[in-house]
């Protein structure tokens, strides 16, 4: 502390120099709830909770007190998720996993087994910031209804640890268990430099606090210091390097606590700040995961470390920055103090946080109604960084929430005095009874009991082969069991909505079982050629699932279809069941189920096993008029399903198709696997001939199989000859030919809005018709927004939002004989530039809304930095990826690093095809198509698209292809041309330095502070795939900082609110945020609000207009 405070007079800030409040006792006494304290053993390890019964914590106040006053209190629990009991009862369900008695060796099983505990009026959440975000986020994914901002805007609080290393002083700042009397380490953290308060940006202010390492730490602090890149001079005098070296291999071979090393010698900082509040935590495999890009990089951030290197040299000693760099990279940040997650609502709504000022939970995005008694009272609550530790603050929102809650219901809080609590003895004021169970336990017994009676009773049965039947015909009996669970709230629209049934069925022990006999025969395949085969099925068997009312069913007559191609998901065969059954009380139900295999199989055998044995199933209600035959429900449908009467996909809770009554998996065991080859019967007159048709069914099953599991060696699909049948040709109303300042025409494509569907304002008038102005990136053209394979791309999107939709085609898009061009994003400038012109000048308007993607946004960042395109031309901007800062993903990052163009230039020439074709390529062409298919990808993301390949070689994969359909990733060779080869070196260096500039030789940076001033006042809206593999999403996180750094969240503007916003869209890529078949659903209204918000005005609330889009299934 000594050490800490002579470097703050040194600096100048003596006078912000304080000794902090401690949370540490130093006399023995009774704390404020009762608990007897003693005084602080001073072992500096409070940073892993001290036991020496002198910290103030929860523990020793509110537990304590609770616990006083009759609270009933479980240890060794873990909270999943929350549901809301929503019949007569009342109150919350709290679902949790029980880890004690060693039943963690059940692995997996803990949070399958979950026990539970119904709060009849209210569930205080107070988990911390990253638990009680955890609990809301797998509350939301079991049904309960949030606000969509729980887990975005999360903050560090700005906090960064750094070290001090071998100073030249005694620190003493390493925790040991029995200090020295002489010279005890002391609280952990002792004085503060308060840099709070300053003139200028109130974000510039922060908090620096000398600290200690506890001893469970002692032995790596050598191992980590030395694998950190160090700051600061080095020693320049032979006698200091001597020195200092003695110090390093004292501490080596001495230990961390000799007098003299260099580790007694270290000091710590904790430093307390502000930051971007851009973390969000999302679930993964139903695991938590935090993101948090980016702190490391801001300007604030190299000021701080540069004056703790200062600091530090003052006392001989070098700055290491934060321990995590130099073993996980810059990539990795540390924080004491997490916040946010469930943040208070800045307009008392669930569009602008997820609680109201109480701490209650909104009960929506769009509301200002709440889950009453849902409070959370800890960090979570907290809306950004605090720049100072949050114990405090958290406390009394804490309290104030519980105050407001006891007003509300008519509740005193009691002021009576503990007087001195006995922890080992009797609580004063004993639990209240709690509500008897005892009818409810003894349903239950009799449900279970009816349930293995029912499971006992129900035989499996075979049904006979099939003798004399039409030829290839098969038959065989199956046997699947596995869990569904039944109930009102499934998200089967979400991406892992089978798996979060599977999960919910498991805890409650929803088992269930299906045995079936097929009779498989072969009929054409629809839509390819005559010669192609494809075994359907009649079904017959029996369906057992307790947990759904009239188990066991009946399976008098249903469908099955074995291993079609499935035309909404690219590259992928699926096995589909389809069927009405009965139960015992006459209750009729639809069946529907999938099995599915893709790229994710390839080359591994047991994802192989796994999806040709794992069953989706979703249960509903039967519709009047029988089921619609051909289709399958499965996650992530499409609007093509909805909309397709040959598709069949249910809705929750809707009056629109079968409702959706449960769901799950079900898999075919290894010993089943064995009996079901038993049953296989083929059909013929005689052995040869029932050994001919068994032949012929396994060849095409394993026909089917083989080229998903050797995927890199199966054949490859390159561009089609003849013109495909679209679903959906989205023609443009006009086009017209735009002439930029050197003499380029290029093609700006407009489409009317239809008037039947402009949607209506709160009168029911419809809205005025605006502009907005689209710009795709290179090697694209008009299509990635009018995408005709899609039922509702962007263009119908928008139009039906009531926008007249402006789309340029630059000169690095799409365009006759690019070959023989050597443009750039830069050239591009001028283009959009024109289109701007035209767009103003033809509709007599002054500022146009853009939506930029990918290059073409770079292309506009750079002609808005260099002052070509006026930035009192712009309304607002939408930014797809990236702006002004390209930073490449690690993929490309590698190409770029290995000079890849240089090297195809020399060899093929200055343009590069992304259009494989087996006609006029070459040797040189066709065998990079074939090296191609060896290139490593994520799993699930292989093909044997030629042109999908050259695609992602030259800019990275461009989406997640499970976003695709299977007419879209066929037809990506009509979507892209190629690039050459003056462009890509200018991208890659662009990417490589995270800047646009100008075209070479000079490769002008553009975003100096005189260029960037030009964008003041512009709204801004970024986002970006989190699961891109073309552009990093630091591009966007990067100009989003600096934005906010330069102008503030309201972009300049006096009083102008909240201008610029950044999303990261999770399960996305790159193009598929604009070409997903999913994107109208989970893009695309994001966009329009935006859009909504700086065209329309803040106030404007969007109605959907009277059309099949938005009445059936609220797609706007």
Known sequence: MHVFERQAQRMGLGSRYYKVPQTTRFRPGINSCGVDMLPSTLTGQDTTGVNDHS??????????????????????????????????????????????????????????????????????????????TEILLRSKEMGLSVSDCLGQGMSGNGDMLTFGYNTNRHVNAIGRQRPSHKSPVGPTINAAID????????????????????????????????????????????????????ARWKSRLLGPYVRGGAIQNTQIFLIMSHDGSQASLRLEDDKPVLEFVGVGHSDRVKRLHALLAKATESVGGRVIDNPFHGVFGDQHQITAHPLGGAPMSRDNTGARGVTNHAGEVFA????????????????????GALCVNPAATIAALAERAVEHYTRAHGLVISRESNGVLDLYGTPAHRPRPGPSYESGAKKSDSVSSAAQTERTQCAVRRVDPVRYGA???????????????????????????????????????????????????????????????????????TFVCPTIKGSPFMISQGEVELLGQDNELSGTTTVTYQFEMMGIDGRRLGFHGYKKIDSSASMDIREM?????????????????????????????????????GRCHPTMGSDQGPKVIAAGMLKIRLGDFRKQLLTLTPTGKNLLQRAATLGSFVHYFSGKLLPHFFLP????????????????????????????????????????????????????????????????????????????????????????????????????????????????????????????????????????YTIAHCMGSVAFACGLLDGTIPPDWILGITCSQVFMNPVWSRSNRLKASAKLDRAYTRLAGHWFSCRASTTNQGALQGAVNQLLRLVPEKRGERCTSASCHRISLLFGRCWS???????????????????????????????????????????????GAENVQRLRGIPMFLFSGGDSDVLSPMATQKTYERLCGTFGVSAGRVGGGIQYRRRVIPGYGHLDGWMGRNAWRDVYPMVREEVDRVVRGEEYVFQGAANPFSDAYGVL
């Open 55 to 132: 910290k103030t914590t929860t523990l020793v106040t509110y537990l304590a007190d609770a616990w006083n006053w009759g609270a009933q209190m479980f240890c060794e629990c873990q909270v999943r998720y929350v549901e809301k009991v929503t019949d007569a009862r009342g109150g919350y369900i709290v679902y949790f996993s029980w880890h004690g008695r060693k039943r963690g060796k059940f692995g997996d099983g803990l949070d399958q087994d979950l026990l539970w505990v119904h709060a009849r009026k209210a569930v205080f959440l107070g988990a911390g910031s990253l638990g009680t």
């Open 195 to 246: 840099m709070r308060g300053q003139t200028g940006n109130p974000l510039d202010g922060f908090v620096i606090q000398e600290g200690a390492v506890p001893q469970a730490l002692s032995r790596l602090m050598q191992t980590i210091v030395d694998v950190q890149p160090s700051g600061g001079r080095p020693e320049k005098k032979m006698v200091q390097r001597a020195r200092k070296a003695l």
């Open 364 to 383: 929506g995005s769009a509301t200002s109604e709440t889950h009453p008694g849902l409070i959370v009272v800890d960090g979570a609550l907290v809306p």
């Open 471 to 541: 030829p290839d015909t098969v038959a065989f009996t199956e046997l699947m069991s596995g869990f569904v669970h039944s109930g009102h709230n499934l998200r089967l629209h979400d991406r892992d909505g089978h798996k979060l049934s599977l999960q919910a069925a498991r805890s409650r022990g929803e088992t269930a079982r299906l045995l079936t006999s097929n009779v498989m025969y072969v009929v054409q395949s629809p839509g390819c050629r005559s010669t192609s085969r494809l075994y359907k099925g009649m079904v017959k068997g």
């Open 609 to 645: 096993w796994k999806s040709t044995t794992t069953l989706y199933v979703t249960i509903t209600e039967a519709e009047q008029d029988g089921l619609a035959s051909g289709g399958t429900c499965r996650p992530g449908g499409t609007f093509s399903e909805l909309h397709n009467p």
């Open 713 to 848: 060696l199966a054949p490859l699909r390159y561009a089609t000859t003849r013109h495909p049948d679209f679903i959906n040709p989205t023609t443009p109303t006009q086009t017209y030919t735009v002439t930029a300042s050197d003499g380029v025409q290029t093609k700006l494509h407009m489409w009317e809005p239809d008037p039947d569907f402009i949607p209506g304002d709160e009168s029911g008038r419809p809205v005025p018709v605006q502009n907005l102005f689209m710009i795709p990136g290179a090697a694209v053209d008009h299509q990635i927004y009018a995408l005709p394979t899609i039922p509702l791309n962007a263009v119908n999107y928008f139009t039906r939002a009531g926008y007249r939709v402006f789309v340029t085609v630059h000169r690095i898009g799409i365009v006759d004989k690019p070959e023989d061009k050597k443009w750039t994003t830069y050239d591009a400038r001028l283009d959009i530039k024109a289109c701007l012109a035209h767009i103003r000048s033809s509709h007599n308007t002054d500022k146009v």
């Open 961 to 1007: 292809h499970g976003n695709l359909n299977e007419a879209t990733h066929r037809h990506v060779d009509r979507f892209f041309n190629g690039a050459n080869m003056t462009l890509m070196p200018l991208l890659m260096r662009m990417g490589l330095r995270g800047a646009v500039s100008t075209n070479g030789p000079a490769y002008e940076d553009l975003t």
